[in-house]
C-alpha cells in the first residue's frame, strides 16, 4: 500500500514534469531543478521565457509561483504571487508566451477546420458515389 505523503510527492513531481512538457513549446527552457530541494510538499522548474529571462518556480499545492530570478535560486524573502495554473504565471511574466499560445491555438483551430472541411467532402463524395450507384 502506498502512504498519502509518497502519493502527493508522486502526483506533484507528475504534474511538473507534464507542466514541462506542455509550455516547451512557448518558452526557451524549463526542466525540473536538479540543484534545489524537492520532495513531498513542493518541486521546482527552471524556466526561460522567450525574453531570455530565467526564473527558478516552486510548484506546491497553492500552485505556481516565481522564487527566483536565475536557475537554481530561492530568495526567501520573495512574496510573489501563487497562480493556479503555470499558464496564468507564463501570462503575466512572458509577452512572447501570450503571442506563442495564442499563434499555437490559431493553428490547431486552422488544422481542425481545414479536418473538418476534408471529412465534409469525403462524406459528400460518398454520397454522391452511393447516388450515382442507385440511379
Do not use: C, W
Not at 6 to 32: C, G, H, M, P, S
Amino acid at each position: 500500500m502506498v502512504d498519502v505523503e509518497e502519493e502527493e510527492n508522486f502526483t506533484l513531481r507528475i504534474e511538473a514534469q507534464e507542466v514541462a512538457k506542455e509550455v516547451a513549446f512557448a518558452v526557451d527552457f524549463v526542466e525540473i531543478a536538479k540543484d534545489l530541494p524537492n520532495g513531498d510538499k513542493v518541486i521546482h522548474l527552471n524556466l526561460r521565457t522567450q525574453e531570455e529571462q530565467e526564473f527558478s518556480v516552486e510548484l506546491t499545492d497553492q500552485g505556481f509561483r516565481v522564487v527566483g530570478n536565475k536557475f537554481n535560486m530561492v530568495d526567501e524573502n520573495t512574496s510573489s504571487q501563487y497562480f493556479e495554473t503555470i499558464y496564468a504565471l507564463l501570462d503575466n511574466h512572458s509577452p512572447k508566451y501570450r503571442k506563442s499560445f495564442g499563434d499555437a491555438l490559431l493553428k490547431k483551430l486552422e488544422n481542425l477546420q481545414m479536418s473538418q472541411e476534408k471529412s465534409d467532402r469525403d462524406n459528400n463524395k460518398g454520397r454522391s458515389e452511393e447516388s450515382d450507384n442507385n440511379s
